[in-house]
């Protein structure tokens, strides 16, 4: 502690004295933030002071749902959205149980309420920071992915009769290749971040009764990696799956007030089509990759326009000046860091087709997205795309630039006859059906696998259900 503590101080006077560039005081930031060593999660003596009573407990059973990575950092963006969309709807999907939010701490997990939610429906107690007390029948759900997590503390209250299940929305992270920029700053971001996931991951896996993941894709994913590791002692974990929800705005509820007038300049682009991509722009998202098949598009006389909405990851900072110093940046390439609901939905109401280019992805909600609003995608063809959006998209090889350009050419011939596939009719759920989705895993054992058996259970339904579901049997 003393070490860390001094090498804080040290970077706080020379940033004063010798300013340092934001990018490496940004990296010492992400490491303390991040570091977590793996730990023994063999049982340490009981901490009274840890686990004393809640003020308020009832004869219901406990669902804990954490919030520790959102009540630290306030982004709404990725992940933490997940984490307040399923939230926002577990008081009516998890019937039988009263929701308590929690995030961990280095003494373990306390309860914590939201802000932003009613109090009363997240919060069974109503109040802060008191540690937790379980009883058989309790549950620990996590969506978040908070790095620093106490496992150890979890390890405890699954003594007591919790039961513990994470979800795993992609394994990224888990790749030895980084996909971002060479330089040393993001070699040394990309080192930590898999280092730290890896510590993440560990935890999880040695703590979970089970996980479940975004997709059949990435659970499918897990089950290979456990097989090729197979360290891991825990011998009885249960893998599911599940989908997620999407927000279903219509452009008439919203309306066109606040969209900046450089949207509405793109959208009113007559006669030249326009291909949107959603997401942050991270390597695996494949921008760099579509930037190059447009420059192709564009040298061979294809008057098209390509629209990037998004802001640039921590592994490839590049990416934002191959676009604002492009010839075409502002003509023909657009790029939108931060748009409000009212302008993403203008886009995806008014371009031609979207653009899912990533090498890999846990889920893709831009596809549910553009499906609700009737717009064509265009995607990389890899599993999850085709798990999602099946025979609604027109798919091209996960090879390089020149198949995107080419699958633009092919597409456009098929749109000029109507015979490109049609993002409508194409299956989704929203945050209701996913959350009750969740619950169903959990409370009627609907698992996909057991590891490291890996008995697939053929009854759990592959196929993206709709958000019209039978709420019966949730507790």
Partial sequence: ??????????????????????????????????????????????????????????????????????????DARGIHRVVHKILEQLSAAAKGYQVVTVKSTRDGLITCGEKGHDGDRCHSSGLNNYPINVKPGDIFISLDLYRKFNFKALQELRLQGLKTYFVVHD??????????????????????????????????????DGIICVSKSIADELLDWLNKKGIYENKNLQIGFFYLGADFINLKELGTYGVPDCIHTTLNAKNKPIFLMVGVMDPHKGHAQVI???ETLWSKGLDVILVIVGKVGLLQPSIKGTIINHREYGNRLFWFEFVDDAALVSLYSNSTALLAASFSEGFGLPLIEAAYHGLPIIARDIPIFREVAGQHAFYFENTGADAIADAIVNWLALAERNEEPKSVGMAYRDWFASTYHLLDIINNNKWYALWPTSVHNLAQANDLPTNNVDCAGIR
């Avoid at 686990?51 to 308020?56: P, Q, S, T, V």
């Avoid at 080192?191 to 999880?204: D, E, K, S």
């Fill in 1 to 74: 502690m003393k070490s860390k503590q001094r090498l804080r101080n040290v970077l706080r006077l020379i940033s004063e004295y010798f300013p340092l560039p934001m990018r490496w005081i940004d990296v010492a930031v992400f490491y303390f933030r991040t570091r977590n060593r793996r730990i023994n999660f063999a049982p340490t003596k009981h901490r009274g002071h840890i686990y004393e009573d809640l003020a308020a407990v009832t004869a219901q059973p406990t669902l804990f749902y954490d919030i520790s990575a959102i009540s630290s950092y306030k």
């Fill in 171 to 208: 394994l990224l992270d888990l790749r030895s290749c980084c996909l971002g920029d060479s330089d040393l700053t993001s070699s040394l971001i990309a080192h930590i971040a898999r280092r730290t996931y890896r510590n993440w991951l560990h935890g999880v896996l040695s703590t979970s």
């Fill in 292 to 294: 190059q098949a447009f």
